[in-house]
């Protein structure tokens, strides 16, 4: 068990060096305050009103329902359909609310949600267990599906505990529990690298590569990398590209 009670308004200072890599990192004010545990309930009709809206139809009438956008859904929906993401054994990495689950089970996909706060639901194809389990579990998925989570961890904002490279080790997690050849959609802020504690992290030049680690970048959705690079220094989801990863064999 961490000794650092989370949310941690400040970064402890023996962990500075770590979490900002010696330096290179700046780091500026963004506190969450809240309080974790939370429960998350799922009810049937919450799940099927996500599963209603987010029809392949309705998602290329623009009319898709997620908490980043109708281009959320948009850019999800061309890379599972260009990369085949279909009728396959699919984990999603951390979810509030069931819009991702939503347009992948309309797909035809089985899906596993993976949450430190495990989501309370009873759906077919649909399947909730907690980060632990996940970690511990050795089944291997086709794709495994991140929308802005790994930004978040090891920052102490979501209930996990604090840990400077909480996002490579999460990364690696992912890797492991795809099969040979399975693909990671993967979204996160992505601009100059900076850390806005303790609520997420934009990825830059710096700590990109190291989130990348064993994956093959395959197409990136909505912005091209260098795009993002060169946008001005922001805090907030200015640039949040879809990149499409192969883990390499």
């Known amino acids: 068990m961490s000794k650092y009670k989370t949310p941690c308004r400040k970064i402890p200072d023996e962990l500075l060096p770590d979490y900002t890599m010696h330096g290179k990192i700046p780091v500026v004010d963004w506190y969450l305050a809240q309080n974790y545990p939370v429960f998350l309930n799922w009810p049937n009709d919450l799940i099927q009103s996500y599963v209603n809206d987010n029809t392949s139809e309705k998602i290329r009438n623009n009319q898709g329902q ?13 890379a599972c359909t260009k990369y ?8 999603v990495i ?40 996940f970690k511990k579990s050795t089944h291997k998925y086709d794709c495994i599906v991140s929308y802005s989570t790994i930004q978040h961890c090891g920052l102490g ?43 997420l992290r934009v990825y830059g030049p710096i700590r990109l590569p190291l989130i990348f680690e064993g994956f093959q970048e395959m197409e990136w959705f909505g912005c091209t990398k260098q795009d993002c690079f060169n946008s001005p220094l922001a805090i907030y989801h200015k640039h949040m590209p879809l990149v499409v990863l192969e883990k390499n064999a």
């Open 157 to 199: 904002s979501y209930g996990d505990p604090l840990n400077p490279n909480g996002d490579i080790e999460e990364m690696q997690n992912v890797q492991e529990h795809l099969k040979d050849g399975g693909l990671c959609l993967w979204s996160c802020p992505v601009g100059k690298d900076v850390l806005a504690w303790n609520a």
């Open 66 to 78: 997620s908490p980043y956008g109708k281009k959320a859904c948009i850019d999800i929906l061309d």
């Open 84 to 91: 085949d993401v279909r009728n396959k054994e699919i984990a």
């Open 94 to 133: 951390g979810s509030i609310t069931p819009w991702l689950e939503s347009i992948l089970l309309n797909l035809g996909n089985c899906v596993t949600t993976v949450e430190y706060n495990v989501p309370v639901a009873n759906y077919k194809d649909l399947v909730c267990i907690s980060s632990q389990d």
